[in-house]
């Protein structure tokens, strides 16, 4: 199914693959170890792309026999995998940083490392920003922690063209190691970030407190239908919502009536909410409702 963020991830993988071998060009010119290091990181997003691409091919297939709920919960394996992707990279171009701190070593060929570093950088940004508005207009998980992992990259870069820079003009080798070590951290911080939002989604979140209010005032709004509602539920698995709630109706009405005025619920909830499962158990009154006592 070619829904826009399964393009969108397509685009992913292939932007990956041009951007790591700029990067790897990047190294081979220059001999830079802060750059070698980049490049890892880019090989680590060539193998992210192609997790999320999976997943969301896995995600967007319709409910089955043994998955009745549907796929969804698929971008949140993907998006946890990256966040450990992310913090691995994190922690190896901190490593690499400290290693190069204790033994600088003589780079070469800079201008035309940094030309070329700089393009790839500059491809990483704009397919970064793709993949974060696509990932806003679908609501996927996958492509979003996709998107943070390519910024963490692009932050990479910049801080490894910057260290390049000043040892360009200064001559002082351990200032590309220096900034390396800063932007790191930001780095295993995202990757942190990112894996906390994935593990959340496995375990069942309930929905946003602005959407649970949105289906009370729709059911509060229906008052002279219903008697009253517990037992509400709601939870979110990527893209898709689902809620659950007891319905007390007058015991007067026909299960016709009770069903259509449930599928009139249904519809306006909907409305708020696009694509939400909704299930409704409906109860009768009790004895002493005083609308149903004076029918009898």
């Known amino acids: ?3 826009p963020k399964v393009r969108a991830a397509a685009i992913s993988v292939a932007a990956s ?3 790591l071998a700029c990067k790897y060009a990047a190294y081979l ?3 830079s170890v802060a750059i070698l290091s980049d490049t890892v990181e880019s090989v680590v997003n060539v193998v992210a792309a192609n997790v999320a691409l999976t997943s969301l091919l896995v995600a967007v297939q319709p409910p089955d026999a043994t998955h009745q709920y549907g796929h969804g919960k698929a971008e949140y394996i993907s998006s946890a995998t990256e966040g450990a992707l992310i913090f691995i990279a994190g922690a190896w171009i901190l ?5 190069r701190l204790l033994n600088p070593v003589p780079l070469r060929s800079l201008d035309a490392g940094l030309i070329v570093l700089a393009a ?3 491809a990483n940004y704009l397919t970064a920003r793709l993949l974060m508005r696509v990932s806003r207009d679908a609501h996927s998980i996958a492509l979003e922690a996709d998107a943070r992992h390519l910024q963490a990259d692009v932050l990479t870069s910049v801080a490894v063209f910057v260290g390049v820079a000043l040892v360009r003009l200064t001559g002082f080798q351990r200032f590309d190691p220096l900034v390396g070590a800063v932007v790191s951290l930001h780095i295993l911080q995202i ?3 990112v894996s906390r939002r994935a593990i959340g989604g ?3 979140p309930s929905l946003p407190a602005d959407e649970v209010e949105r289906i009370r005032q729709i059911l509060d709004a229906h008052r002279e239908d219903i008697v009253e509602y517990h037992a509400l539920r709601a939870r979110k698995t990527g893209v898709q919502r689902f809620l659950d709630l007891h319905l007390v109706l ?3 009405l026909s299960v016709g009536q009770a069903h259509a005025l449930c599928d009139h619920l249904e519809e306006h909830i909907r409305s708020e909410l696009p694509g939400a499962d909704i299930t409704i158990h409906v109860e009768p009154c009790g004895p002493n409702c005083p609308r149903c006592s004076t029918k009898r």
């Open 1 to 3: 199914m070619r829904t």
């Open 17 to 19: 693959l041009g951007i």
């Open 29 to 31: 010119i220059t001999g």
């Open 95 to 99: 490593t690499t940083a400290i290693q």
């Open 120 to 122: 790839a950088t500059v």
């Open 191 to 193: 990757g942190v970030d």
């Open 202 to 204: 496995l375990m069942d």
């Open 250 to 252: 007058h015991r007067t």
